[in-house]
């Protein structure tokens, strides 16, 4: 599966099973990051100087951009993703869950049982969870 996929079917991050590794993991993140540091050197966004650059400039730049974009879209999502994944077992306790996501920054992180994978945890999930618990007491 390629990564222009998972942006056409709406999916924001998969979590990938691979042989000799636990898990290895995709976002938007780590394709934006390919898409700006791919072969081309294209630089990812234009900036507000760009608008008083000459109009050749700036359609060479934005052919370059189209190129660099579709060359990332093309890519395998694990050539893009990230290997070897930060995981919580499924037995983790729910702070070290929120610890892990906040110091990440990671929106979602994969529950593995051995290697297994059990599950995916969210923020959301874990501020839910934080609260239920919170007002049930």
């Not at 056409?8 to 990938?16: A, E, F, Q, S």
């Not at 951009?65 to 983790?92: D, H, I, S, T, W």
Request: charge should be positive.
């Amino acid at each position: 599966m390629q990564s222009n996929e998972h942006m056409r079917l709406n999916v924001d991050g998969i979590k990938i099973p691979t042989p000799g590794l636990i898990w290895a993991r995709f976002c938007y993140t780590f394709l934006l990051r390919r898409y700006n540091n791919s072969e081309t050197g294209s630089k990812c966004w234009p900036t507000r100087e760009d608008q008083h650059r000459p109009d050749e400039e700036r359609q060479q730049e934005r052919d370059e951009l189209r190129q660099n974009f579709l060359y990332v879209c093309k890519q395998p999502v694990l050539e893009v993703g990230v290997k070897r994944a930060v995981c919580v077992q499924a037995e983790e306790d729910l702070q070290e869950v929120a610890r892990i996501l906040g110091q990440k920054k990671f929106k979602k992180v994969p529950v593995i049982s051995g290697q297994q994978l059990v599950g995916i945890i969210s923020r959301g999930d874990v501020i839910r969870t934080a609260v239920k618990r919170f007002l049930n007491h």
